[in-house]
């Protein structure tokens, strides 16, 4: 077999190009209730009153909710209402919603509903929430319920603050010679995915609960509405179709609540709520903001020899992922560099912007945007290549990461295989200028990237396999299909494992929480670990079935078969043998005695060793490997007019294994635009009051067709020794290095640090302009 | 509160005329997905800007959301159900031109429209016509790709 690493057509490639693939929104609803939301005008204000009299009045409206006695959500920390409670605290926060037989009624409804407000001055940035005096977003924050490993500390904004102590910085900074340091910032953004957030909700007779939901983690959203609303967790169930992008941003329940709210009001009649675009900028969970200050100290050799940061994490309104997201900026709270004397203060703020959830990279092209940066203000310190700065400190085997892991070949990829081959890369695509142009500066900013993840110790993913008469395999796993194409992935693992033609295993692609076995969440980028490593367990289970009822049909010992297409046989001697539909219902004797019975192949894994990490120096294992890479930008930069071009991307990621060439190649590009949008593009303009300006599609400008640069991928093979065929996750590295690659580039062709993202060319002619002064 | 107006339609959509009961605010995506489960349009924005519910009316590419139903009778529409087997459907799949897939009956509406109506158009015509959509997954590369693999052959 030879399944592995070819660029098999995803799955349910066809469905997607005729129309006929469905997503949660697309189901057949004759007869469902519609809810549409109110949601707040303000970011900070108190809700003075609300009148719903004019919305009653329409025909078809059934019931009008608030937020009175509903309880708090929140997965670290519980301090949201479903609906905002005497207080709104971001602009688009949910206030009111209404249900009605018919859509257009139900917008009627909420555009008639009255209420109040007395605004209150906004919290607008992380720094302004860190100052002594800063409004109070949540008054009492010690009064909520938090998990174990979340520090707020209450009569401030101050919702977790994660330390990395590794080593002595003073010592650090005493061995150092040469220093700098940066400060950096950006607001939040959008995942903005086309498919808007949606979701239906009914409550059957006998309290089932049924929720369809466009969702990362619908296993998440059982476990959440169990817990909240008290309902035993076998009662929940909960489907998720195909996804239309995610991003991270699925990953956070919250519109699930209030479908659910919304059919309980009702008596349990189905109900759905697909947000408006504008609900889903503003309203659902977006993009973390960031500011952060570093300082770097190095030998005059430039051997880095203490970094000393202080990262400012936008939490937004409420905490929800955000401490784990600042935990996750911690962990990795440098490049992929061997520092032996780190002090981090990684801090999640609450403020008065819109929420953040997960987003592709989970912190990391956040905090890389400001090291990467620095570091290319410290080769200009050095006077010295920046791909060689990276290139000396890249960490290797026997040295230690933030969090004191010890580094093996096998839990970090190779950093500098990675920076050789940009470098030659680099050579063989750099398109000098053209010459006739002096207005027109070339440049190319580089940044190198790792990744581990940050999830529970305790994430699982199990795998249920079942034959067909044929002798063709059904595979379910709670991976969601978000367009990663990891379920045609596992069927290829599948298919090598079981050496059957991969057209002979059959994918189910809807999760189901009732039949579906858990996948924790379809996040970051642990998919093929998990979901491979449970395959494989389950492939090897039925294996072992086949075999066992193979050896007595043949009156041979199991050890003396094998497997290949199909068919389970005598090692020695092949021709002896049986197909598997002769065995995967058990096998029938000629007189009709049979034995067996339905093969079912069952695996699941559990992350090994895993630890929280300490509350005071941050040492542990937060995660399994970490995949890395190393990438370069290079820009056309207009000089008269500070507007540029992007020529060319380019990427180099130890992917440990690629599994599927053209699918992971698709992974690495995507995230690049990804990341070149929210470097070059994407940010929420706010206004004084911290209200959001752009947030339509129009206004909020994600990259069209045609603004693409010429994409560069290439891998370097590590192998991740855990996992399947040794493969890395990889569906979040390409976007990481981009901002702070790109902003090496600007900087390098304007003759200016550039510091804050989105680098419009309006903030490089603003930067300019500040230099002047 | 009066009940607004329904009135009768008859659309021809993907060659066949369909009786439609609908309110005259209604959209033609809301009368595709809603009353005929034409559900390959895809509601994105319904305000314009990313393309994904575009349907051909005529041949020509519209955006579903911003036209009213009645503004289609007498016109015909071709949805992404109403493609069968053509080369953008093949290339887009043999390109990897999609992910997560929502976005994709919208582009494929465009690029077939596209390559029937202007088979020798130039890399600026080509990103005018592929700018009215957004792809939040893949590069545009691979949708690059697959334009001009499909361009080249006509």
Not at chain 2, 95 to 113: D, L, N
Request: hydrophobic fraction near 40%.
């Amino acid at each position: 077999m030879n399944i592995i690493g070819k660029s098999v057509i995803r799955k349910e490639a066809p469905d997607k190009v005729t129309g006929k693939a469905r997503y949660t929104d697309d189901f057949s609803s004759a007869g469902i209730y519609h809810a549409r939301l109110v949601t707040s005008p303000f970011a900070h204000a108190l809700i003075k009153s609300i009148d719903t009299r004019e919305a009653e009045k329409v025909s078809g409206v059934r019931a009008i909710l608030t937020g009175e006695g509903l309880p708090l959500t929140g997965e670290e920390i519980t301090d949201r209402p479903p609906l905002a409670q005497g207080k709104v605290r971001h602009h688009g926060e949910a206030v009111c919603l209404v249900v009605a037989e018919k859509l257009d009624k139900a917008a009627l409804a909420a555009s008639l509903i009255k209420v109040d407000y007395e605004p209150l001055s906004a919290v607008n940035s992380p720094s302004q929430a860190y100052q002594a005096g800063a409004p109070l977003v949540h008054e009492h924050v010690e009064h909520y319920k938090r998990g174990q490993n979340v520090y707020p500390e209450p009569g401030t904004n101050i919702a977790h603050k994660t330390k990395i102590r590794k080593g002595d910085l003073s010592r650090g900074i005493g061995e150092s010679a040469v220093f700098v340091e940066g400060r950096y910032s950006f607001g939040p953004s959008d995942h903005a995915a086309i498919e808007t957030r949606s979701c239906t909700a009914e409550i059957r007779a006998d309290g089932d609960v049924l929720i369809t939901s466009s969702s990362q983690a619908p296993f998440m959203i059982k476990k959440l509405i169990g817990s909240y609303f008290d309902i035993e967790a076998g009662k929940i169930i909960v489907k998720t179709p195909l996804v239309g992008g995610a991003y991270g941003g699925k990953a956070s329940v919250q519109w699930e609540f209030l479908a659910f709210i919304a059919s309980r009001a009702v008596g349990g009649k189905r109900v759905k709520l697909r947000y408006m675009r504008e609900e889903d900028i503003l309203t659902a969970p977006c993009h973390i903001g960031l500011d952060a200050t570093i300082r770097l100290g190095c030998t005059s050799e430039g051997i880095l020899k203490s970094a000393e940061i202080l990262y400012l994490f936008d939490g937004g309104a409420y905490a929800d992922k955000s401490p784990d997201l600042c935990r996750a900026g911690a962990v990795d709270c440098t490049g992929p560099y061997h520092i032996e004397h780190i002090w981090c203060d990684s801090y999640c703020l609450y403020t008065n912007h819109p929420y953040p959830a997960p987003f592709r990279g989970f912190a990391h092209s956040e905090v890389l945007f400001a090291f990467e940066r620095t570091m290319d203000l410290l080769a200009k310190k050095l006077g010295m290549d920046p791909l060689e700065l990276r290139f000396k400190n890249a960490i290797l085997p026997g040295h230690t990461t933030p969090t004191q892991v010890l580094v093996n070949k096998s839990n970090v990829g190779d950093v500098r295989g990675c920076i050789q081959r940009l470098k030659d890369i680099m050579e063989e695509e750099w398109e000098p200028n053209a010459g006739h142009d002096p207005r027109k500066v070339r440049a190319a900013g580089i940044a190198c990237v790792w990744k581990n993840s940050t999830i529970d110790t305790n994430a699982s993913s199990g795998v249920i396999l079942t034959f067909n008469p044929d002798g063709s395999v059904n595979l379910m796993s709670g991976v969601v299909e978000i367009g990663t194409g990891t379920k045609t992935i596992l069927a290829q693992m599948l298919a090598e494992k079981l050496r059957l033609p991969v057209e002979m295993i059959h994918v189910k692609m809807t999760v189901d929480t009732q039949t579906t076995p858990e996948h924790w969440k379809t996040v970051a980028s642990r998919g093929t670990l998990m979901g491979g490593r449970a395959v494989m367990a389950a492939a090897e289970d039925a294996i072992r079935q086949i075999k066992e009822i193979a050896s007595c049909a043949l009156r041979v010992r199991e050890e003396d078969l094998d497997i290949d297409s199909g068919r389970v046989f005598v090692k020695a001697e092949p021709e002896i043998g049986l197909s598997f539909k002769e065995v995967v219902y058990g096998y029938t004797y000629p007189n009709g005695n049979a034995i067996g019975g339905q093969i079912i192949g069952r695996g699941s894994y559990i992350l090994r060793n895993m630890t929280n990490i300490d509350k005071e120096t941050g040492a542990g294992r937060p995660g399994p490997e970490w995949a890395v890479g190393a990438q370069a930008v290079q820009v056309e930069f207009d000089t008269r007019d500070c507007t540029y071009r992007i020529l060319k991307a380019i990427s180099v990621v130890d992917i440990g294994r690629v599994l599927n060439e053209r699918a992971a190649r698709g992974q690495v590009m995507g995230a690049m635009s990804m990341g070149l949008s929210f470097a070059g593009r994407e940010t929420f303009y706010f206004d004084e009051m911290g209200r959001v300006l752009n947030f339509q599609l129009r206004t909020y400008r994600p990259i069209r067709y045609g603004e693409q640069p010429k994409y560069v991928v290439e891998f370097v093979n590590t192998p991740h020794v855990e996992a399947p065929f040794g493969a890395r996750g990889a569906g979040e590295h390409g976007l990481l290095g981009m901002p702070a690659a790109l902003a090496n580039a600007l900087s390098i062709a304007a003759g200016v640090e550039m510091i804050h993202l989105p680098l419009i060319p309006e903030l490089i002619w603003r930067t300019l302009q500040e230099g002047k002064r | 509160m009066p009940e607004t107006n329904k009135k009768v339609l008859i659309l021809s959509v993907n060659d066949e005329d369909k009786d439609i009961v609908f309110r005259p605010a209604d959209t033609l995506l809301g009368v595709l997905r809603g009353k005929l489960g034409l559900t390959g349009a895809k509601p994105g924005c319904l305000n314009g800007d990313c393309g994904a519910c575009t349907v051909l009316v005529d041949g020509i590419p519209m955006k579903s959301c911003i036209m009213l139903a009645i503004e289609a009778e007498g016109h015909k529409v071709t949805t992404i159900e109403g493609l069968i087997n053509t080369k953008t459907q093949a290339s887009f799949i043999k390109h990897f031109a999609f992910q997560c897939g929502y976005c994709t009956p919208g582009f494929i509406m465009v690029c077939h429209s596209l390559a029937e109506k202007q088979p020798h158009a130039d890399k600026a015509v080509i990103k005018e016509w592929m700018q009215s959509n957004i792809c939040r997954c893949t590069s545009y590369q691979e949708i690059e790709e697959a334009v001009a693999s499909i361009l080249a052959e006509e």
